[in-house]
């Protein structure tokens, strides 16, 4: 079992939230698992002339372009190369790649054990983290879509138009 299944409170089910929970740089992080389509492991992505660091380029997903964001260069770490795992997701009905190093369980999370995060985080970072869960190797950052998705890509031709 993993650290983060270890949190399931069978007796409060009701009250949960589901997360898709991943690693960057050796830390534990969520994503709301309703926004999340697919998961699968590295593909070749074309690079973005001028674009922002964080975006590692654009993929063919099926035929639709989708960003794909290195969420070690997004959270301010160090990256380390082109491999790593694309969680596909949904937001604003758009869809976007988030590249982690590694994909580590689907949770429920009770949501009384969802604390606010006091420790002021340094730069892209603390501007993602919506909230932390105590897990028994240590905390499990909470990451907002759309903080992670803001100042990075724009909105479709066609989202602009109406």
Do not use: W, Y
Not at 42 to 58: E, F, H, K, N, S
Not at 65 to 71: C, K, L, R
Not at 125 to 144: F, P, T, Y
């Amino acid at each position: 079992m993993t650290p983060a299944a270890e949190m399931i409170d069978p007796g409060n089910l009701a009250q949960t939230r589901r997360f898709c929970t991943f690693v960057v740089a050796g830390r534990a992080f969520a994503v709301d698992a309703s926004a999340v389509q697919e998961v699968f492991r590295g593909t070749v992505t074309t690079p973005v002339p001028r674009g922002p660091a964080a975006i590692r380029g654009l993929l063919n997903l099926r035929g639709r372009i989708v960003p794909a964001i290195d969420m070690r260069r997004r959270m301010g770490f160090e990256p380390i190369g082109d491999e790593g795992i694309h969680v596909v997701l949904t937001a604003g009905g758009e869809t976007h790649s988030l590249i982690v190093d590694a994909l580590t369980d689907v949770v429920d999370i009770p949501v009384a054990s969802i604390e606010t995060s006091t420790v002021g985080a340094e730069g892209s970072l603390g501007e993602c983290i919506e909230g932390v869960v105590a897990a028994r190797d240590g905390l499990v950052h909470l990451l907002g879509i759309e903080a992670i998705l803001a100042g990075l890509v724009e909105p479709t031709v066609e989202r602009k138009i109406r």
